[in-house]
């Protein structure tokens, strides 16, 4: 983990290092961590983990009950994903101060990691419940509206991840309340009101956290996708202007980020623009290395079918469908894609599965016409 140790001392001991006044004069290691913490935290605005965790060891090594140095240490580790490590630093902490609210919250936040991590989340499920408990012992010793709002901010976070969508709202509200200028919680609360399809509030929201962090790509992103979804007059114009400084703030075509640039390129295709769509969505799949943002599978795939590219628009929508099993709107255009292919069976049931998935029988007419003109068997979307 450590690839840098032996250049990381160098560049500690460098930094330590007071002007010797004579030419043999040899600089002497700091005994405290006074020198350590800000070089820590360099390194952790940098995303260098590695090299902010040996500072920050070194930090608890020299002072071990200092409770920033803990609290940065059980950060780091928690990046690292050192978790029974980041565990015991952060109870530590909160030993030493019982009421150093950040200790709290990070270490809710380690739980929530660690759950995240797991291979079989359902039967890691209590991780969550414990990182709740933690938050309720916070909310005990926080006085300060920051120190509440972080708390209920990392609460909502928590109850996103356990699908209790109503929960993570309220805790995001209650956050935004008692920090009303902290442009990341309104962006939290921004995209639970995208999800939750209230989209004027999510639109409002969204705009607030833009003014208050002007050159975050993915708030614009958000309230691209914001007006996009809301598709009343005059919003894909405004879904485009978000969209396309969301892109050029991340770095256009370099950027990394699979979202941003698959709001670009959903934009570009509603807009009919596919000559660029296409490369835009392409990108977008490219770096979405972990196979998370369904869309754009979905309208790269649309984007395909629109170019007669039946087939590769076939594993594009076999993956959104994946991505998310419930949307039948997925499985429809799959059923188009293995239909353009000439392969009946799997486009029935491409279709029974879009029917089912809206509900039934008499929720989705699109699916239904194009099963029963198939001749599909139960293609009224009966069992």
Same mark, same amino acid.
């Given at each position: 983990?450590?690839?840098?140790?032996?250049?990381?001392?160098?560049?500690?001991?460098?930094?330590?290092?007071?002007?010797?006044?004579?030419?043999?004069?040899?600089?002497?290691?700091?005994?405290?961590?006074?020198?350590?913490?800000?070089?820590?935290?360099?390194?952790?605005?940098?995303?260098?983990?590695?090299?902010?965790?040996?500072?920050? *060891?070194?930090?608890?090594?020299? +002072?071990?009950?200092?409770?920033?140095?803990?609290?940065?240490?059980?950060?780091?580790?928690?990046?690292?994903?050192?978790?029974?490590? &980041?565990? +015991?630093?952060?109870?530590?902490?909160?030993?030493?101060? !019982?009421?150093?609210?950040?200790?709290?919250?990070?270490?809710?936040?380690?739980?929530?990691?660690?759950?995240?991590?797991?291979?079989?989340?359902?039967?890691?499920?209590? /991780?969550?419940?414990?990182?709740?408990?933690?938050?309720?012992? %916070?909310? *005990?010793?926080?006085?300060?509206?920051?120190?509440?709002?972080?708390?209920?901010?990392?609460?909502?976070?928590?109850?996103?991840?356990?699908?209790?969508?109503?929960?993570?709202?309220?805790?995001?509200? *209650? %956050?935004?309340?008692?920090?009303?200028?902290?442009?990341?919680?309104?962006?939290?609360?921004?995209?639970?009101?995208?999800?939750?399809? @209230?989209?004027?509030? %999510?639109?409002?929201?969204? @705009?607030?956290?833009?003014?208050?962090?002007?050159?975050?790509?993915?708030?614009?992103? #958000?309230?691209?996708?914001?007006? *996009?979804?809301?598709?009343?007059?005059?919003?894909?114009?405004?879904?485009?202007?978000?969209?396309?400084?969301?892109?050029?703030?991340?770095? !256009?075509?370099?950027?990394?980020?699979?979202?941003?640039?698959?709001?670009?390129?959903?934009?570009?295709?509603?807009?009919?623009?596919?000559?660029? !769509?296409?490369?835009?969505?392409?990108?977008?799949?490219?770096?979405?290395?972990?196979?998370? #943002?369904? +869309?754009?599978?979905?309208?790269?795939?649309?984007?395909?079918?629109?170019?007669?590219?039946? @087939?590769?628009?076939?594993?594009?929508?076999?993956?959104?469908?994946?991505?998310?099993?419930?949307?039948?709107?997925?499985?429809?255009?799959?059923?188009?894609?293995?239909?353009? /292919?000439?392969?009946?069976?799997?486009?029935?049931? %491409?279709? &029974?599965?879009?029917?089912?998935?809206?509900?039934?029988?008499?929720? #989705?007419?699109?699916?239904?016409?194009?099963?029963?003109?198939?001749?599909?068997?139960?293609?009224?979307?009966?069992?």
């Amino acid at each position: 983990m450590l690839r840098c140790f032996p250049i990381l001392l160098l560049a500690l001991f460098s930094a330590f290092a007071s002007v010797a006044s004579a030419q043999n004069q040899q600089p002497k290691p700091p005994n405290s961590c006074t020198q350590y913490m800000p070089l820590g935290k360099l390194y952790y605005q940098q995303n260098l983990m590695d090299q902010a965790y040996l500072a920050f *060891r070194t930090c608890v090594e020299l +002072e071990p009950n200092n409770t920033e140095a803990l609290h940065s240490l059980g950060r780091v580790e928690v990046r690292l994903k050192f978790f029974s490590a &980041a565990v +015991e630093h952060l109870k530590k902490c909160i030993t030493v101060d !019982a009421k150093y609210w950040r200790c709290y919250v990070t270490l809710a936040d380690g739980y929530r990691f660690q759950w995240r991590s797991s291979s079989d989340r359902s039967r890691s499920i209590s /991780l969550l419940e414990e990182a709740l408990k933690v938050l309720d012992d %916070a909310e *005990r010793v926080a006085t300060s509206n920051d120190a509440k709002a972080a708390i209920f901010n990392m609460r909502g976070t928590i109850y996103k991840d356990r699908g209790d969508q109503v929960k993570a709202i309220e805790s995001y509200e *209650r %956050a935004a309340t008692l920090a009303p200028n902290e442009g990341v919680i309104l962006f939290n609360l921004g995209t639970l009101y995208v999800a939750a399809n @209230k989209l004027d509030k %999510a639109i409002e929201v969204l @705009k607030r956290a833009i003014n208050l962090m002007p050159r975050d790509a993915q708030f614009r992103a #958000y309230l691209a996708r914001a007006y *996009r979804v809301r598709a009343t007059t005059g919003d894909l114009d405004n879904a485009a202007d978000q969209a396309v400084q969301a892109y050029n703030l991340c770095g !256009a075509e370099r950027c990394k980020d699979a979202f941003v640039v698959g709001q670009y390129g959903a934009v570009l295709f509603l807009q009919k623009n596919l000559n660029l !769509a296409r490369p835009i969505l392409e990108q977008a799949i490219k770096v979405d290395i972990g196979r998370i #943002y369904d +869309e754009n599978y979905y309208f790269l795939g649309r984007a395909y079918m629109q170019l007669g590219r039946a @087939k590769d628009a076939k594993a594009q929508f076999s993956v959104a469908v994946i991505l998310k099993i419930e949307e039948p709107l997925y499985w429809f255009w799959l059923g188009q894609s293995n239909e353009a /292919l000439g392969l009946k069976p799997e486009a029935c049931n %491409a279709y &029974a599965k879009s029917i089912s998935a809206a509900g039934g029988a008499g929720q #989705y007419k699109d699916a239904e016409r194009a099963a029963a003109a198939l001749k599909c068997p139960n293609s009224n979307g009966s069992r």
